[in-house]
């Protein structure tokens, strides 16, 4: 199984691109670890978003308390 160490369970990417959209994008680091095959999460972006910049505390909340 493929786990963050530390158990952090969302990664924000905030590359250039992104912030240049006024975007962030989000991965879901538990869905990574509970997909069997890493290639198909890479490839279909499983438990990837991209959300606007002000939208991402509320959108983060509502994520962590599925969890």
Request: proline share 3%; no cysteine.
């Amino acid at each position: 199984m493929i786990t963050d160490r530390k158990g952090i369970p969302l990664v924000v990417i905030a590359g250039p691109e992104e912030l240049e959209r006024g975007e962030l994008s989000v991965k879901n680091l538990r869905v990574l670890a509970e997909s069997d095959d890493r290639r198909e999460y890479l490839n279909a972006r499983l438990g990837q978003f991209t959300l606007q910049r002000d939208e991402l505390v509320s959108e983060l909340k509502a994520v962590l308390k599925e969890l």
